[in-house]
């Protein structure tokens, strides 16, 4: 019913910058929340970011103050500002969303930080 794809993801050294964004397609009803996870091999995957219908925003301890997350309506796409890069950033970001009381993801796109 909704297909999110996410983009933005590569290499980078620690301090630098990435954007990622997120555009979802197909049957939506509404503004919805949504939100950037992140998750390594082998660990639990974890909220970085979300942002709700009326654009308020939640960010994890870790990102806060380096990481920004909006959206654009309009295109139904989410961003996710990633400046000041570290190592332990390092991991494959998924997008997240729900519809209708029904939970999307998208495939991911990973985020490598090197030293």
């Known amino acids: 019913q909704v297909r999110l794809v996410e983009s933005g993801g590569g290499f980078v050294q620690a301090g630098g910058s990435l954007r990622l964004s997120c555009a979802a397609s197909?049957?939506?009803?509404?503004?919805?929340?949504m939100g950037w996870y992140r998750q390594a091999p082998g660990k639990q995957r974890n909220l970085v970011a979300v942002?709700?219908?009326?654009?308020?925003?939640n960010y994890a301890d870790s990102v806060k103050g380096r990481f920004t997350i909006s959206r654009d309506n309009a295109k139904n796409t989410v961003y996710l500002q990633m400046n000041s890069l570290k190592p332990e950033d390092t991991d494959v970001y998924y997008c997240?969303?729900?519809?209708?009381?029904?939970?999307?993801w998208g495939k991911g796109t990973l985020v490598t930080v090197s030293s």
């Open positions: 997240y969303t729900k519809n209708r009381g029904v939970d999307y």
């Open positions: 197909g049957i939506i009803f509404g503004i919805n929340t």
């Open positions: 942002i709700t219908s009326g654009s308020s925003t």
